[in-house]
């Protein structure tokens, strides 16, 4: 066999006393798609960041075509051919697209400290163009949405031209269409001999993109399998060391009782006269495509952006939030798409962040009475099955599936009549996407009515009792779960009239 392009073994790695990775070994060769599976806190981002040169082993060897090698920071694991493409972005808000992608390796005009600043455009016209993201090269990333950001994070990786390519949850914010083209251009990397390690929480994709499966649990390594000759019940099973049963739940129906109801809105200069209902214990899904005015829908119900027109009501009486915090006094909660860059305040500990959108219970005479926060905290974590050594740690220091959780009882401590989720179980793993489908049942069941938005159609047609479609800012179509397939939405999200849908 040839000799693999990138050979780990026997990788442990701790912080502070708890051990993050236990003897890990890990190949990947030529031309091959690795998948790397686990739960969250399984070690995955760990050993990505050992591999990217951000962390270094305790103990193990690493080999690169063969040799072993030290990699002692970012800059040196890129020199060896190695690049990552960040489940949590890596980009600089105020630099433009193409200044983010070239940070640090511009193009430089020949014998002049001079920027070439037209090569540097038209080379990142090119990326742009390779991973179907139709913005300018000027534009600055602060002003683009996640997914968008999400395709210049790809665009960079592809600039170093990498003999190894990690890509962790690379399709978290995209959608179907997006999705295929992140495919299109691993099979391209493929055929050119580039080795990729893919982690996604998103069998179907690991199973349609990967050749090998490894599975990590508990930092440990628990198995590699041929994909071809693997199935999804066998690969959860190993993920979460049980058959995970009833993934999705069975819903109750919702009561007769209009919760919400939005008439004719106008917001964002991209939401055009969308009214629907919204019943008490109702959990209602949004589809559509990146553009579509999802986004817009939620930040206009919960304030961050001005209605311009139409109307919003809340048991049968008028309300207009004119901001976060106005909706949280009128009942409306959400949960953005951006746990890190919204949803958390990453410096801070998890009973910080936990009781950070309600104060008032813990708040005594001034003061937080810690007794009362350490109550609302481990109730929290108890419910949400927070996984952490201590409640005082750092949420920057929790996996993506815990930060989560956190980032859902900090808003479940609002005590909510309407529940915004914006993609709830973006980087999450399976173990825990089917915790939070659990407890969203349970909150539909006391009444709490939610808008699902997600770009996983699975996960809407699952978990929903009806089915919003929405394309360039308007409602498309309707459907009840029973009746929803992917094809309709498909045909609803990309423009068709649902009267046509057969």
């Known amino acids: 066999m040839s000799v693999a392009l990138l050979d780990l073994r026997g990788i442990q790695k701790s912080f502070l006393g708890v051990q993050a990775l236990a003897g890990v070994d890990l190949h990947v060769r030529a031309g091959e798609v690795l998948a790397v599976l686990g739960e969250n806190g399984a070690g995955k981002s760990t050993l990505m960041k050992v591999i990217a040169g951000v962390h270094q082993p305790d103990h193990g060897e690493i080999r690169v075509d063969g040799k072993p090698v030290t990699i002692k920071n970012t800059q040196h694991a890129q020199a060896l051919g190695i690049s990552i493409i960040h489940q949590e972005f890596n980009l600089i808000p105020h630099l433009s697209v193409a200044e983010n992608i070239f940070l640090g390796r511009e193009p430089m005009k020949p014998g002049r400290l001079l920027i070439d600043w037209k090569k540097m455009m038209e080379e990142t016209r090119a990326l742009l163009k390779k991973v179907g993201l139709s913005v300018h090269p000027k534009r600055l990333v602060g002003s683009l949405n996640v997914a968008e950001q999400q395709l210049v994070e790809i665009a960079k990786s592809l600039s170093f031209q990498p003999k190894v390519i990690i890509m962790d949850e690379p399709t978290a914010a995209l959608n179907d269409e997006e999705t295929h083209n992140l495919f299109a251009i691993i099979q391209e990397l493929k055929e050119a001999g580039t080795g990729i390690i893919y982690i996604s929480h998103r069998l179907e994709e690991i199973f349609h993109i990967s050749d090998h499966i490894m599975i990590l649990r508990d930092g440990t390594f628990v198995d590699r399998l041929r994909t071809d000759a693997a199935n999804k019940d066998q690969v959860v099973a190993l993920m979460v060391g049980r058959e995970l049963t009833d993934y999705y739940p069975v819903l109750a129906e919702p009561s007769d009782q209009v919760q919400m109801e939005v008439r004719n809105l106008f917001a964002g200069g991209r939401l055009h006269q969308v009214s629907f209902r919204v019943h008490k214990g109702e959990i209602l899904g949004i589809a559509g495509l990146m553009g579509a005015g999802r986004s817009e829908l939620a930040k206009a119900l919960f304030g961050v952006i001005p209605v311009e027109g139409g109307d919003i009501l809340l048991n049968g ?71 952490a050594a201590s409640s005082e740690l750092p949420v920057q220091f929790l996996s993506g599936g815990n930060q989560q959780k956190v980032v859902l009882g900090k808003w479940l401590e609002t005590r909510p009549q309407v529940l915004i989720l914006h993609e709830p179980t973006r980087g999450v793993d399976v173990g825990a996407k089917a915790e939070i489908y659990q407890l969203m049942k349970e909150l539909a069941e006391q009444g709490v009515t939610i808008l699902l938005l997600s770009s996983e159609l699975p996960e809407l047609m699952g978990m929903s009792h009806r089915i919003l479609v929405m394309h360039e800012g308007r409602i498309t179509g309707e459907f009840d779960r029973k009746e929803a397939t992917q094809e309709k939405i498909m045909h609803c999200a990309t423009g068709g009239d649902q009267s046509g849908v057969a």
């Open 317 to 387: 009486t008028k309300m207009m939030p004119k901001s976060p915090k106005h909706a949280i006094r009128q009942g409306i909660a959400m949960v953005s798409d951006d746990r890190k860059g919204e949803g958390l305040v990453l410096s801070m500990s998890i009973e910080e962040n936990l009781t950070l959108a309600n104060l008032d219970p813990v708040i005594h005479f001034g003061w937080i009475n810690q007794s009362k926060q350490k109550e609302v905290v481990s109730r929290n974590m108890e419910r949400l099955k927070i996984k």
